[in-house]
């Protein structure tokens, strides 16, 4: 079940290769740990602290807990190690939420007057985005990410919002071809790596100012937390960021964060299993007479597939598909055992739902997201096709 030639995992592009020659399995199990220090742990424990001890003039690093922690500051440079190795100068921010993270680029750079371009088939909480920016006097554009076509609305822009792969349609665009047209307008450019995993893609290496992800997705794969971040290069628009999160509070609790770094040593793991099964279960529904709209970027077929092995290292675990009817969606989803029914994705126990439950997606009726897990793949396509068969009838 390894497929790792068509993942391009063997031949990786220039920009996934580590400046300091390590493997990324090895940088992921140390991203972010500190010097070794005699009796303790590895990855020190949850630093709980509303305030830190603070004598006279009130200096940093430590001093409020909503304005720091140490246990933050360990998953920061971890994430930032990933996000854009051996760059100097990369800061990453980590919120409470996805949805804080890209709220805190979105707000802490946009002014009365400023045009934004999101993506129109990006995350479902976009639109309510766009509602409140409007609110606020910016003017909001979209455009699809399929085809580039966010390349046709820059003009006067002051911020690009990318969602690459989009969620959860799966379009992928050219990254560097959108970002040097943004940088050629003065617009910045910021990217949603959620669903590609900083070992799937890296948004700064392409060109972009800020990689913003939601870490609840696959970064942290247990379905236990929610986390966010933004790793950007441009001290002042991360200071900008970092005042942010100061000003609406949208931090992490230390013992989510100690559990996002915990985890984050199986990244490497999760996204090689994850990613090829997922490879493989797109691979079993190719064909299948009831199955329509098959999306995974990784499939050589895929619109997605020529530019997303050109800019992506590995092609996440998500994989779509359209049933005929809501009914026959239904059916199916019920059918299923290993595969737990259930909103969210990139954790290790497969989930899939029917999107269109929720309304606001521009989906069909059956249309299905399907977020493979890291059970054995032979276990998982089996349970798909075997429910696929038995909710026919
Ligand atoms: C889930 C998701 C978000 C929001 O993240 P939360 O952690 O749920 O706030 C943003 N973007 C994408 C692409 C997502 O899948």
């Given at each position: 079940m390894n497929d790792s030639a068509a993942h391009g995992l063997d031949d990786p592009p220039e920009d996934f290769r580590s400046p300091a020659g390590a493997g990324e399995g090895t940088r992921v199990v140390r991203a972010g740990l500190p010097e070794p220090v005699k009796h303790e742990p590895a990855l020190p424990g949850p630093v709980f602290a509303a305030h830190f001890h603070l004598p006279g003039d009130p200096t940093g690093?430590?001093?409020?807990g909503r304005d720091e922690n140490p246990t933050w500051t360990l998953l920061e440079r971890a994430i930032g190690e990933l996000e854009a190795?051996?760059?100097?100068g990369v800061e990453t921010v980590v919120f409470a939420s996805g949805m804080a993270a890209i709220s805190s680029v979105l707000f802490s750079h946009l002014r009365a007057g400023d045009a934004v371009v999101l993506p129109s088939?990006?995350?479902?909480?976009l639109p309510l985005v766009a509602g409140q920016l409007r609110a606020y006097g910016i003017e909001v554009r979209t455009a699809p990410t399929g085809g580039d076509a966010q390349l046709d609305v820059l003009d006067g822009a002051r911020l690009l919002w990318i969602e690459s792969p989009s969620n959860p349609g799966l379009d992928v665009c050219d990254i560097r071809r959108l970002v040097t047209a943004a940088h050629a307008r003065g617009a910045l450019v910021a990217v949603d790596n959620t669903l590609a995993t900083p070992l799937g893609q890296r948004p700064l290496a392409l060109g972009a100012d800020f990689s913003v992800a939601s870490g609840t997705k696959q970064l942290t794969g247990h379905g236990d937390i929610l986390l966010g971040y933004v790793t950007g290069r441009d001290g002042e628009a991360m200071a900008s960021v970092r005042r942010w999160r100061k000003i609406v509070g949208a931090i992490p609790g230390p013992m989510e964060a100690w559990l996002a770094h915990r985890s984050l040593a199986t990244l490497h793991l999760r996204v090689d299993r994850q990613n090829a099964s997922a490879l493989a279960l797109a691979q079993a529904l190719?064909?299948?007479?009831?199955?329509?709209?098959l999306r995974y970027p990784?499939?050589?077929?895929?619109?997605?597939?020529t530019i997303a092995s050109q800019q992506m290292r590995r092609h996440g675990c998500v994989v779509s598909f359209t049933l005929p009817t809501r009914a026959r969606a239904e059916r199916f989803l019920d059918a299923?055992?290993?595969?737990?029914?259930?909103?969210s994705f990139g954790g290790v126990r497969s989930t899939a739902e029917r999107r269109g439950r929720w309304g606001g997606d521009a989906v069909p009726e059956g249309f299905i997201r399907l977020s493979v897990g890291a059970e054995d793949p032979e276990d998982l396509v089996a349970d798909v096709l075997r429910a696929l068969e038995e909710s026919a009838r």
């Open positions: 690093p430590y001093t409020y190795p051996g760059q100097d088939d990006g995350y479902q909480a190719r064909g299948h007479p009831e199955v329509t709209g990784g499939l050589p077929d895929d619109p997605s597939y299923l055992e290993l595969v737990d029914s259930a909103t």
